[in-house]
């Protein structure tokens, strides 16, 4: 299990992002977002936010301690015009949601939507050998309405040219295995400890996000 593996989680950073993106008929541009993301060596604080002039398209927060298998969420909520959420009950073993659909039981090494992906990160950045292309990187994920184990295929690096310029990349996919399944790619770049530099969200019925990296990182990994 994940949860097992040693990480290195990154330090406080903020990623500036653009996305496109589809809703309907309707394409989505002039979209900018941001992940912001903070560290204390105890305690994090990750927020992922995608905005248009008029709405808000994604708003995803989770925060949570650090312990020995990574991330261990607390509190994770999503929120557009209302704010819905889940909460990790540790001390009863199960994940239990703001909505009041039933609680589900809390698996080793959970994370939410939003820390699954520097929990991914923090895995490739620890050992990288251990993770050539065609892993499958199994881990509990938890929304703000529901959970599923979220199974994430490791692929070859590739170069992307991004807003903010050139960046090669380890990409990871979690393909849809169930009818209303989202198809979820991540692009971690190697040289900055494995941070996301593109995130791509297709859902069910073709509606996507696709955010990538605005401006530049930093020439040093936080860490």
């Known amino acids: 299990m994940a949860g097992t593996q040693s990480l290195r ?5 903020t990623l500036d992002f653009e996305a496109t993106g589809q809703i309907g008929a309707s394409p989505q541009r002039g979209v900018f977002g941001e992940l912001v993301w903070l560290q204390d060596g105890t305690r994090y604080d990750g927020r992922l936010t ?3 002039v008029f709405f808000t398209l994604l708003n995803w927060r989770s925060t949570g301690v650090i312990g020995p298998s ?3 969420p607390e509190r994770y909520s999503e929120s557009r015009k209302a704010e819905v959420a889940s909460h990790f009950a540790r001390d009863r073993g199960e994940v ?3 909505n009041n659909a039933p609680p589900v039981p809390l698996q080793p090494g959970a994370q939410d939507r939003m820390s699954v992906m520097m929990q991914l990160g923090g895995l490739l ?3 990288p050998e251990r993770y050539p292309a065609g892993t499958r990187i199994a881990i509990q994920t938890v929304g703000a309405r529901d959970a599923d184990v979220w199974v994430f295929v ?3 690096e590739e170069k992307l040219n991004l807003p903010a310029g050139e960046y090669l990349a380890r990409k990871l ?4 295995r169930k009818p209303f399944d989202r198809k979820v790619e991540l692009w971690l770049a190697p040289a900055y400890g494995y941070l996301p530099v593109r995130i791509r969200q297709t859902e069910p019925n073709g509606d996507f ?3 990538q990296l605005r401006k530049p990182l930093p020439a040093t990994p936080p860490g």
Do not use: M, N, Q, Y
């Not at 996919?173 to 849809?176: E, H, L």
């Open 125 to 127: 950045a620890a050992s």
């Open 209 to 211: 996000a696709d955010a």
């Open 50 to 52: 995608l905005k248009a």
């Open 96 to 98: 239990v949601f703001s």
């Open 173 to 176: 996919t979690r393909d849809p």
């Open 9 to 13: 989680i990154p330090g406080s950073v």
């Open 154 to 156: 490791v692929g070859d």
């Open 70 to 72: 990574g991330l261990e």
